[in-house]
């Protein structure tokens, strides 16, 4: 982890502004200890690795020798030529491919390698893949770690241009369990167990984040569990879900429950780099606004970060993970031309992420 540096609590940041508008302003009064950053980019920080982020799930997508993938719900269209995806879930076609050509059409598209004739039956969930910096810059003034950089260089998102949302229930969650009355809740351990579940192992996936519908407490409602373990126990199947700082509720199996795979999120993005310990960590967060806040440099022209530590930002709107406190339906995020703080909503697709390490 990494470590506070003395003073974090009681100076001031410079706020990069190093021109003097008025007698008593940020570049005048401001005594602070000035930006200072430790580039990494040796040893575990060099080369890049994959992050798998969650895309799409369906029971309707088939696989036809010799190169296409097909999906008769029409759910495709968001997968674009020249995307590595990773297909994990079905009888014969698992591994990682390319779309070499047919990408944004809803039916079907043609990849590299070849595939197996294999129909639509089981549970299939789909990831883009992108290979991401190992590069980190160290705050030497804060303590943050931070991913260099951002998801803009990433082919993941709708558009594989690294943008994704904060999450969209209705739009980009998939079903792996339609509704049924036998998943409960197993308390300790954080166990999501389907009861009499063992066949559905191959729908579950380390990494995966999901949300559930049908329980009573809403705290086992929440979205962005994390699976870490998925275990047949007996006839049962035991899904191990990383809950951050929340506590399920034990609730035996009743009523009519289901579970679905977040896709195209900040937090899947967030999840792929944990799930292969980017950079050598397992511990990647999307900052808040107070941590967004300590990068940003108002001097003129834009509130860009420092540009050689972090660069090829470009004028990129970032993801936090802040809420709007008077509303349950609107996110922040960090407007860098001018260092603003914007609200939309959780299901906007057009903003980029940037990960730090938790401290």
């Known amino acids: 982890m990494p ?11 410079k706020t ?20 200072a950053y430790e580039i990494l980019t040796t040893g575990q920080f060099s080369a890049t690795s994959n992050l798998d982020v969650a895309h799409y799930a369906a029971a309707t997508i088939s696989f036809t020798a010799p190169d296409i993938i097909a999906d008769s719900a029409n759910g495709l269209v968001t997968f674009l030529n020249a995307d590595t995806i990773v297909v994990k879930g079905s009888a014969s076609n698992d591994g990682t491919y390319t779309i070499a050509s047919g990408g944004a059409a809803a039916d079907h ?53 690294g943008k994704l949302n904060w999450y969209d229930l209705a739009a980009t969650c998939f079903m792996l369990h339609p509704a049924a009355a036998d998943l ?15 066949a559905e192992i191959t729908r579950y996936h380390v990494g995966d984040i999901i949300v559930c519908a049908g329980f009573a407490n809403a705290v086992n409602l929440l979205p962005g569990y994390r699976v870490t373990n998925v275990a047949v126990n007996g006839a049962d199947l035991d899904i191990t879900l990383w809950t951050c700082n929340q506590t399920l509720i034990a609730e035996a199996a009743a009523g009519v429950r289901s579970i679905k795979l977040i896709c195209r999120s900040i937090y899947g993005y967030a ?14 967060i999307v900052p808040n606004a107070f941590c967004m806040g300590t990068l940003i440099d108002y001097e003129p022209p834009t509130g860009l970060p420092d540009a050689v530590a972090f660069p090829g930002f470009g004028l990129v709107s970032l993801r936090i993970s802040n809420t709007d406190p008077t509303t349950l339906t609107q996110t922040h995020y960090w407007y860098p031309t001018n260092a603003t703080l914007v609200m939309t909503n959780y299901t906007s697709l057009s903003y980029i992420v940037i990960l730090m390490r938790g401290v």
């Open 16 to 35: 990069g502004q190093v021109t003097v508008r008025h007698i008593g302003d940020a570049a005048d009064y401001n005594r602070g200890m000035p930006k």
């Open 271 to 284: 999840a792929a780099a944990n799930t292969i310990a980017l950079a050598g960590y397992s511990d990647w």
């Open 3 to 13: 470590v506070k540096m003395p003073g974090w609590s009681s100076i001031p940041l």
């Open 109 to 161: 598209f043609h990849v590299a390698p070849n595939v197996v004739n294999e129909g639509a039956a089981r549970y299939v969930s789909m990831y883009k893949r992108a290979a991401h910096s190992n590069n980190c810059v160290l705050d030497k003034r804060t303590g943050i770690m931070w991913s260099r950089y951002n998801s803009s260089g990433d082919k993941v998102g709708p558009t594989s241009d």
């Open 184 to 198: 409960q809740i197993v308390m300790p351990g954080n166990i999501l167990r389907i009861v009499g579940g063992a």
